[in-house]
C-alpha cells in the first residue's frame, strides 16, 4: 500500500532522512518470528496483548515519493508534525557527566540523579530553558524518566494494570498503538499537544510511526466498514485499522543518543523499539506544545 499526504517529519539532525527508513505495514504479533530478549541474567520471550500488531522488518530507505510526502512545507502544525534533533551541548555536556552509560537497571538511573544533587539540578535548569524554547509560550510537564530493556520489538506496556511486584517478563507489550491521554473525539486529537521525548540511553534506539493522523485512520476505515455501528473510538480505532489495512507502511526514525522527539502520539499510531541494541534503553519524557522551530 502506497503512503498518503498527512503527518509530515522534520529533521533537524545532521543525519537528515539518511535517519528514517520505511516497512510495508504490520503483522499480528502471533505471525511475526519473536526476538528473545537476553539481558543481565534475563532470558526471556516478550509477551504481547492480544491486539498488539508488531511491524514487518523489511525495512528499506525512502524512495522519492515517500521522502516528498514526508517532508515538512509551510508551516508545522503541532498535531500534524514529528521532528527529530539535537538537544544543545551545553545540556548534552551535563547529562554526559552522569555517566548514564554504566547503568544496568532503572534503580541505576535513579541512583545516578539521586546521588549527584548538584549536578541534577544544573540539568533541570538547563532541560528547562530547552523546553521553554520549543513550547511556544505554553505550559508543559514531566511525564516520565523511564527506562526499557534492550532487544525490544516495541517498548510500550501499561504498566497500571500489572500486579504489585511484577518482573519485567511478566509485561504484556501493545504492539503499533495511539495513545490516550484524553478520551475525546478523534476530531479532537490534534488539539492535545504532543510528546518530547530525550535519548539518555548509550545507544540509538528508534520511533516508529504511522503518518496517518487519526482522523485520516478513520476516514480510511469509513471505506470498509459502518464506523457509527462498531462505534469507533480512540480506544479500538487501532484495533480496526490494522485489521483492515495492515499494508499500510510504517515509518522507522533512528534517535541516536541525546537526540530528541518532538510527536503527536495522542494523534497517531506509534511506539519504541530497542531491537538491536545491547544497553539499557533510558528516555526522559515531557507533555507540551512543543514546535520544531530551531
Same mark, same amino acid.
Given at each position: 500500500?502506497?503512503? $498518503?499526504? =498527512?503527518?509530515?517529519?522534520?529533521?533537524?539532525?545532521?543525519?537528515?532522512?539518511?535517519?528514517?527508513?520505511?516497512?510495508?505495514?504490520?503483522?499480528?504479533?502471533?505471525?511475526?518470528?519473536?526476538?528473545?530478549?537476553?539481558y543481565?541474567?534475563?532470558?526471556?520471550v516478550?509477551? &504481547?496483548?492480544? =491486539?498488539?500488531?508488531?511491524?514487518?522488518? %523489511?525495512?528499506?530507505?525512502?524512495?522519492?515519493?515517500?521522502? %516528498? +510526502? @514526508?517532508?515538512?512545507?509551510?508551516?508545522?502544525?503541532?498535531?500534524?508534525?514529528?521532528c527529530?534533533? !539535537?538537544i544543545?551541548?551545553d545540556?548534552r555536556?551535563?547529562?554526559?557527566?552522569?555517566?548514564?552509560?554504566?547503568?544496568?537497571?532503572?534503580?541505576?538511573?535513579?541512583?545516578?540523579?539521586?546521588?549527584?544533587?548538584? @549536578?541534577?539540578?544544573?540539568?533541570?535548569?538547563?532541560?528547562?530553558?530547552f523546553?521553554q524554547?520549543?513550547s511556544?509560550?505554553?505550559?508543559?510537564?514531566?511525564?516520565?524518566l523511564?527506562? %526499557?530493556?534492550?532487544?525490544?520489538?516495541?517498548?510500550?506496556?501499561?504498566?497500571?494494570?500489572?500486579?504489585?511486584?511484577? #518482573?519485567?517478563? *511478566?509485561?504484556?507489550?501493545?504492539?503499533?498503538?495511539n495513545?490516550?491521554?484524553?478520551?475525546?473525539?478523534?476530531?479532537?486529537?490534534?488539539?492535545?499537544? %504532543?510528546?518530547?521525548?530525550?535519548n539518555? =540511553?548509550?545507544?540509538?534506539?528508534?520511533?516508529? &510511526?504511522l503518518?496517518?493522523?487519526?482522523?485520516?485512520?478513520?476516514?480510511?476505515?469509513k471505506?470498509?466498514? !459502518?464506523?457509527d #455501528?462498531h #462505534? +469507533?473510538? +480512540?480506544?479500538?480505532?487501532?484495533?480496526?485499522f490494522?485489521?483492515?489495512?495492515?499494508d499500510?507502511?510504517?515509518?522507522? $526514525?533512528?534517535?541516536h543518543?541525546y537526540?530528541y522527539? $518532538?510527536?503527536?502520539?495522542d494523534?497517531?499510531?506509534? *511506539?519504541g523499539?530497542?531491537?538491536?541494541?545491547?544497553?539499557?534503553? +533510558? $528516555?526522559?519524557?515531557?507533555?507540551?506544545?512543543?514546535s520544531?522551530?530551531?
Amino acid at each position: 500500500m502506497k503512503m $498518503i499526504k =498527512g503527518i509530515r517529519l522534520h529533521n533537524q539532525t545532521a543525519d537528515g532522512y539518511n535517519a528514517v527508513s520505511i516497512n510495508t505495514g504490520v503483522l499480528h504479533h502471533a505471525g511475526q518470528e519473536k526476538q528473545a530478549v537476553n539481558y543481565e541474567g534475563l532470558s526471556f520471550v516478550p509477551d &504481547f496483548e492480544e =491486539g498488539a500488531f508488531l511491524p514487518k522488518r %523489511n525495512w528499506r530507505p525512502l524512495d522519492s515519493t515517500e521522502l %516528498n +510526502i @514526508l517532508k515538512p512545507v509551510g508551516k508545522h502544525t503541532i498535531g500534524k508534525t514529528i521532528c527529530l534533533g !539535537d538537544i544543545p551541548d551545553d545540556l548534552r555536556s551535563l547529562f554526559e557527566q552522569l555517566h548514564l552509560d554504566q547503568c544496568r537497571s532503572r534503580e541505576d538511573v535513579f541512583a545516578k540523579f539521586r546521588d549527584n544533587p548538584e @549536578l541534577t539540578t544544573a540539568i533541570n535548569t538547563l532541560t528547562d530553558q530547552f523546553l521553554q524554547s520549543k513550547s511556544n509560550g505554553y505550559p508543559y510537564k514531566f511525564h516520565y524518566l523511564g527506562t %526499557n530493556l534492550p532487544d525490544l520489538e516495541v517498548t510500550a506496556c501499561d504498566t497500571t494494570v500489572m500486579p504489585t511486584g511484577y #518482573k519485567e517478563q *511478566d509485561k504484556k507489550y501493545m504492539g503499533i498503538h495511539n495513545d490516550g491521554t484524553e478520551y475525546v473525539s478523534p476530531y479532537q486529537l490534534h488539539k492535545l499537544g %504532543n510528546r518530547l521525548t530525550i535519548n539518555l =540511553g548509550a545507544e540509538p534506539r528508534s520511533f516508529l &510511526f504511522l503518518n496517518l493522523t487519526m482522523v485520516q485512520a478513520l476516514n480510511k476505515l469509513k471505506q470498509v466498514m !459502518d464506523v457509527d #455501528k462498531h #462505534k +469507533i473510538d +480512540i480506544i479500538n480505532i487501532s484495533e480496526y485499522f490494522f485489521k483492515y489495512f495492515p499494508d499500510y507502511p510504517v515509518v522507522k $526514525i533512528t534517535q541516536h543518543p541525546y537526540q530528541y522527539y $518532538i510527536a503527536p502520539t495522542d494523534n497517531c499510531f506509534h *511506539d519504541g523499539s530497542t531491537l538491536g541494541m545491547k544497553s539499557l534503553d +533510558i $528516555i526522559l519524557v515531557y507533555f507540551g506544545m512543543f514546535s520544531c522551530r530551531m
